[in-house]
């Protein structure tokens, strides 16, 4: 009898399947309103950092505000207002795009 098997056979009272259909319901709800939202935004953010191309305005999650010069496979190089910085990839925020007033300055 596995683990899961036993858990039910203890938490199942003597006459109803009731306790099974609650816990497969808890289960739905933890999905839907917990799981699914957080695996549809690690896509678009995924989507998002894939997508990076060099001129794009972008904000880390350090809080810098760069313009990309270059990118590859794992890092792109951002312009600042005091020169260049390269950052990892996964350090690109994608909750937004860069407003552009700290690269104004480096023009």
């Known amino acids: 009898m596995s683990i899961f098997q036993s858990i039910l056979a203890q938490a199942a009272p003597a006459g109803g399947g009731s306790t099974l259909v609650f ?4 289960m739905l709800v933890f999905y839907f309103f917990i799981m699914r939202p ?3 935004k690690q896509k678009e953010a995924r989507k998002f950092r894939e997508n ?3 001129g794009d305005r972008v904000v880390t999650v350090g809080g810098i505000h760069g313009k990309v010069l270059d990118v590859n496979d794992k890092t792109a190089l951002l312009q600042v207002s005091k020169g260049e910085i390269r950052v990892d990839l996964g350090g690109i925020s994608a909750d ?12």
């Open 23 to 26: 816990i497969l319901g808890t």
């Open 38 to 40: 957080q695996l549809k």
């Open 52 to 54: 990076i191309a060099k």
């Open 96 to 107: 937004g795009v860069a407003d552009g007033e700290a690269i104004n300055a480096a023009r």
